[in-house]
Each structure stands twice: as C-alpha cells, then as structure tokens.
C-alpha cells in the first residue's frame, strides 16, 4: 500500500511561503510514490491553548479533523517559518492541542510512531534555519522520529516557479532526497 503523508506548514497566511514549500514537499514526495493530504491551518483554526478552557470543554472541535487525519497517516512533511529565531507560535498551539487527551484518546499515541521531515522558508538570507533546531526538539518530544535531512529555503519569495516547483536544482535534488528518503524509510518499516 502507499505510504501516507500528511503536508503542513506552521503559516495560515494565505500567501505562506511555507504552505508553497510544504506543497512542492507534497510533488515531491507524490513522485516518490505517496499518498500525500495537505493540511491548511487555516481551516483547524483553534484558540491559544489555556488549561482552564481545556478543563471546561475539552479539547477543541477543530482539533478533531486534524487529530482523524493524524490518526490515519505514517508520516509529516512540516514546513514552518522562522519567528524571531524559533518555530511559530501557530506550529506550537495546533500540536500542544493535538497532544491532549481527547476522551479516552492519547493525543501522545498519535504521534508516535511517526516518521517525519522538517522544512522552512523565508524570505531572508538564512531561510528559517535557526527555528529547525527548536521545531526538531519539540516534535521528537512528541514522539516523532524526523530524519535528519531538513531543508532551509532562503530568499523563498523568488524561489518558486509558477507550477509550485523549488526553481533551484539544488534545492530542487535535497527536497527529492529528503522525500524520498521518508518514503522508502516507511515501505521498509510496513514491510518489516
Ligand atoms: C514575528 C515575526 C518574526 C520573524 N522572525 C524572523 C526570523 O527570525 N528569521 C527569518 O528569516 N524571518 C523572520 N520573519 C519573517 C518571516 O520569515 C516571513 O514573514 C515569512 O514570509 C513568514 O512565513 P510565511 O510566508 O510562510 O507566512 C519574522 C516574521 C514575523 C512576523
């Protein structure tokens, strides 16, 4: 069967640089041979994570399209944004909510065993690399295991082609290795 992967970026923007890297990782890896849904995070819009709301009405609706799709994929392809030299406040509230506890359902359980990658864009110089190392500790927390490839796209605002493509062959061959790196890595794990 084909591996599953889910695509996101750590951007609602609507004109995310990160939701164009998360989806050239998403040809990518469809070239590779997944099955790959991409999640806006526009649409699981959720409210800052606050213990007492938890406390008084659980987890939030919005969490439970994402915590299904979650549920049914073997991997992530993550493209987030650097904020200030971290990972974005957005990236961190959507998997602080999916971590919870939703009735019986570990939101911990769902992570693990996951296999990812991670990916940032920005229009600077650097393109987002000193937010990789944070948004690497706090996913493998969660019981991701990330390869160690991971891709930083500098001035990201110039690098795309009109069909979504990273334009640069460089760039263009680590996004493909990387992919599929993940894919091959799931096939033999489901074949083991
Ligand atoms: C609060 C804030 C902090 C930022 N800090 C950084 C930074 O540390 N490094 C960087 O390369 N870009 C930084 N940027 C610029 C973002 O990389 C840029 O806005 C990028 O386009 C955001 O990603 P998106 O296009 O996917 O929304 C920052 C932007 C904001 C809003």
């Given amino acids: 069967m084909a591996v599953k992967l889910l695509a996101l970026a750590g951007s609602a923007r609507e004109g995310s640089l990160n939701k164009r890297l998360a989806r050239a990782a998403a040809l990518s890896a469809e070239a590779a041979g997944a099955n790959v849904t991409f999640v806006d995070l526009n649409d699981y819009a959720m409210p800052l994570y606050h213990g007492d709301l938890e406390a008084k009405e659980g987890v939030p609706e919005a969490s439970r399209g994402l915590r299904k799709l979650l549920r049914e994929t073997d991997g992530l392809l993550i493209a987030s944004p650097e904020y200030n030299g971290f990972v974005t406040p957005l990236l961190v509230n959507t998997f602080d909510w ?3 506890k939703d009735g019986e359902e ?11 990658v991670l990916m940032s864009a920005s229009p600077g110089p650097l393109g987002g690399i ?3 190392a944070a948004a690497r500790q706090f996913i493998t927390t969660l019981g991701v295991t990330l390869l160690p ?3 930083a796209v500098s001035k990201a605002h110039e690098a795309f082609d009109e069909e979504g493509r990273l334009k640069e062959e460089g760039q263009r061959s680590r996004l493909d290795g990387m992919t599929q790196r993940l894919v091959t890595t799931l096939s033999a794990l489901e074949h083991s």
């Fill in 149 to 151: 490839d991971q891709l």
């Fill in 106 to 116: 570990s939101g911990l359980d769902l992570f693990k065993g996951k296999y990812g």
């Fill in 98 to 100: 999916l971590s919870r």
């Fill in 130 to 132: 000193r937010s990789l």
